[in-house]
Nanobody, 124 residues
Framework: QLVESGGDLVQAGGSLRLDCTSP???????IGWFRQAPGHEREGIFC?????????NYQNFVKGRFTISRDNAKNTVSLQMNSVKSEDAGVYFC???????????????????WGQGTRVTVSS
């Protein structure tokens, strides 16, 4: 079970942190963050491989603005969003995949477990 939190109304240029939490340990899983904007497909934007490697993968349009981190003690993976833009608005989903691969995928089809999403709204 994955639960996202932290979605809110944020002003353009501001910051927001989204958390993905589970009652179960997440360190053995790849964790990904996906975004679905109105009228668009759900797209992968950032992911982190299992704690064995903690490799990250991300879309260029979040480079330098978003970061991902794990807190294994809290079974949480967080997405820190800085310099938020209007196009960052949407529903953000976290996903998990059990894998021994070193690198995580941003393709939706590769993920097994999904949360219900949390909404990010950006005001100009």
């Amino acid at each position: 079970q994955l639960v996202e939190s932290g979605g809110d109304l944020v002003q353009a240029g501001g910051s927001l942190r989204l958390d993905c939490t589970s009652p179960d340990p997440l360190e053995g899983y790849h964790i990904g963050w996906f975004r679905q904007a109105p009228g668009h497909e759900r797209e992968g934007i950032f992911c982190i491989s299992s704690s064995q490697n903690n490799n990250v993968n991300y879309q260029n349009f979040v480079k330098g603005r978003f970061t991902i981190s794990r807190d294994n003690a809290k079974n949480t993976v967080s997405l820190q969003m800085n310099s938020v833009k209007s196009e960052d608005a949407g529903v953000y989903f976290c996903a998990a995949r059990g894998s021994h691969e070193k690198h995580c995928s941003l393709f939706r089809r590769d993920w097994q477990y999904w949360g219900q999403g949390t909404r990010v709204t950006v005001s100009s």
